[in-house]
């Protein structure tokens, strides 16, 4: 069972435009929630991360947005840059203890030039 | 400089062979974790260690083996008794076990024929 679910596999958008991936959790005791990003052949790194007590965190052209009432989390990127290219993964857990932490299945970002 | 290295990056062998994945870490972590994907899926925890000489299962621990003999050593072997072995195998760890981030490793793809 999915607890955490990025519905969109692929998305693709101009250089210089905003993205905008999105993560929907099911488990309302998770109170701490992750980004990270995967280029092909390489371990995911860690992008941003916000915790239930905020409803906002950016960092630089990151931005994720909280919305504990929906369950739903989104990462902004603006402006987006060929770079950016790669599969984004949102993660969460219910407790401090990593062995608890649930990955979304991914989205895959294009960013054309 | 201070990572996680996984070795090999691509592995093939034979059905009904076990396989050792090798996982090094120069970050003094305490706890290491490795996980499997799989096209289409999230990260799945395959077992976890939060300190030397101590591991627990993950959700599909079936098949697999670890040991942590070394801090900066978490080697995880595929069985014969694993019924899809062929995957993408990610290693990661974290400073200590209720940290949530988690830093990865460059990840080995096996391929079991």
């Known amino acids: 069972d999915q607890q955490v679910k990025q519905n969109s596999p692929s998305l693709s958008v101009q250089e210089g435009r905003i993205s905008i991936l999105n993560c929907d959790y099911t488990n309302s005791m998770f109170d701490y929630f992750l980004w990270y990003k995967k280029y092909p052949a390489e371990g995911p790194t860690f992008l941003i991360s916000i915790s239930s007590i905020k409803d906002k965190n950016e960092d630089g052209r990151f931005t994720v947005f909280l919305n504990k009432s929906a369950k739903h989390l989104s990462l902004h990127i603006v402006p987006s840059q060929p770079g950016d290219s790669a599969v984004y993964f949102c993660?969460?857990?219910?407790?401090?203890?990593?062995?608890?932490?649930?990955f979304g299945t991914g989205t895959r970002l294009t960013v054309i030039p | 400089d201070g990572g996680i290295t996984q070795s090999p990056k691509y592995l093939f062998r034979k059905e009904g062979q076990n396989v050792t994945l090798s996982c090094e870490q120069n970050?003094?972590?305490?706890?290491m974790y490795w996980y499997r994907q799989d096209p289409g899926q999230g990260l799945r925890l395959i077992y976890y260690?939060?300190?030397?000489?101590?591991?627990q299962k993950g959700d599909i621990a079936e098949g697999y083996s670890v040991s942590r003999e070394k801090k900066e050593s978490f080697p995880l072997t595929v069985t014969s008794a694993q019924k899809n072995p062929t995957a993408f195998y990610l290693c990661a760890s974290s400073p200590y076990f209720s940290s949530y981030e988690q830093y990865f490793g460059p990840g080995t793809r096996l391929t079991v024929t």
């Open positions: 260690s939060q300190i030397v000489n101590d591991f």
């Open positions: 970050l003094n972590h305490d706890a």
């Open positions: 993660a969460a857990s219910a407790q401090t203890g990593a062995n608890n932490l649930f």
